[in-house]
């Protein structure tokens, strides 16, 4: 699926952080998305098999031994899906590793809502 000329409407964010999820989900969807969240690269598949979204937003470094790189490579693989990813640790790192990605936007945290509002309202 090319999800390149459809507007942005259903996300999918991967967080393992349950207040950053949540408070990533309640303000994507106060801000007129359809969102679906996860904790974990199982939770991820199913919920994006539910949703068919046309957005991830991941974080690199998942609990649990789950890495988002990889999550988001599953994902582009199986949906098309962009990526913008977020992170506490270095950038140059989440660069190397996610080369051969389609990553619109890397963000970093402390995650301000609004900057990330405002990298998804870009996607056209």
């Given at each position: 699926?090319?999800?390149?000329?459809?507007?942005?409407?259903?996300?999918?964010?991967v967080e393992d952080d349950?207040?950053?999820?949540?408070?990533?989900?309640?303000?994507l969807e106060y801000c007129g998305y359809k969102v679906a969240a996860a904790a974990d690269a199982r939770s991820a598949l199913a919920e994006a098999h539910l949703l068919k979204p046309n957005?991830?937003?991941?974080?690199?470094?998942?609990?649990?031994?789950?890495?988002g790189a990889d999550?988001?490579?599953?994902?582009?693989?199986?949906?098309g899906l962009?990526?913008?990813f977020m992170t506490a640790h270095p950038l140059d790192e989440l660069y190397d590793e996610t080369a051969d990605?389609?990553?619109?936007?890397?963000?970093r945290k402390p995650l301000s809502l609004g900057?990330?509002?405002e990298a998804v309202a870009s996607i056209h």
């Open positions: 699926m090319d999800n390149s000329e459809e507007k942005i409407k259903r996300v999918l964010i349950p207040a950053a999820r949540e408070a990533t989900s309640m303000y957005l991830l937003i991941c974080d690199w470094q998942l609990g649990g031994g789950d890495n999550v988001a490579r599953e994902l582009q693989k199986r949906y962009p990526v913008i990605l389609d990553v619109l936007y890397y963000l900057e990330l509002a």
